[in-house]
């Protein structure tokens, strides 16, 4: 969280709100369930960087500032995501790695639900540092699979370099080749996950040139993209 920037970007009367805030959430922790949808209001939403708005920013510092471990933290967590609005479930999630110590495993089934949402800013906000560092591989394949279809970009999705591994890369390139059978294009992000595993990217060619001579145009898309040479059958000639 940038913290430093936060407290420069905000007004001096913003500051002074949260710098009490903070003081009543740790002195009183039930006091943040009035504080926390209130952040927005007084702090505004100005964008601070790439990954937080100074609301995200300053309801993050209240959640920190919670003198609580384990289910009890959990609980007052899940409480606040489960009532808040897009924006409050936001901030709840990407706090989640300011609080991974205290919390451990026992906050994944926030990201659970999460990854069940429509709104694909907190599917994103989701799948942050804590699920890329906590998350089981078959549930972090699939939410990484929900982002394609969602065409959130998968450069926003903590931890894949990382955690990609064949079998994801299998399971992408099943998605391309129901693309490239519906003569649709794929997301360009897609490629370079499965171009990391040579086998699974042999597959994805032998598939596209036997879709050729009906999805050419596809099928040529999905062999540029994975460098293999189309091998196309030369078309059929009249005898004379």
Not at 62 to 78: C, F, S, W, Y
Not at 136 to 143: I, M, T, V
Not at 156 to 178: C, N, Q, T
Not at 188 to 197: T, Y
Request: proline share 10%; with cysteine.
């Amino acid at each position: 969280m940038p913290t430093a920037l936060l407290t420069a970007t905000l007004s001096p009367p913003a500051r002074r709100w949260l710098d009490q805030a903070v003081a009543s959430v740790t002195a009183r922790p039930p006091a943040i369930r009035a504080l926390f949808p209130a952040a927005r209001r007084h702090c505004g939403q100005a964008r601070l960087d790439a990954h937080w708005t100074t609301d995200e920013a300053a309801r993050a510092a209240l959640l920190t500032a919670l003198p609580l471990r384990g289910q009890p933290l959990r609980d007052e967590l899940a409480a606040l995501q489960r009532h808040g609005d897009p924006a409050e479930q936001r901030a709840v999630l990407k706090a989640l790695p300011l609080l991974d110590e205290p919390l451990a495993d026992l906050a994944l089934p926030l990201v659970r639900e999460a990854l069940r949402s429509n709104d694909t800013t907190v599917v994103e906000a989701a799948l942050g540092p804590y699920a890329a560092a906590r998350l089981p591989d078959a549930e972090y394949r699939q939410a990484v699979l929900k982002c394609v279809f969602c065409e959130i970009p998968l450069d926003r999705v903590s931890g894949l370099p990382a955690r990609a591994d064949r079998e994801l890369a299998r399971m992408l390139a099943d998605f391309a080749h129901e693309r490239t059978a519906a003569g649709r294009d794929v997301p360009s992000d897609v490629w370079p996950l499965v171009r990391a595993f040579p086998e699974v990217a042999d597959t994805v060619a032998t598939r596209a040139r036997l879709l050729a001579p009906t999805r050419p145009e596809a099928a040529a898309r999905a062999l540029a993209a994975v460098g293999a040479a189309p091998e196309l059958p030369a078309p059929l000639t009249e005898e004379a």
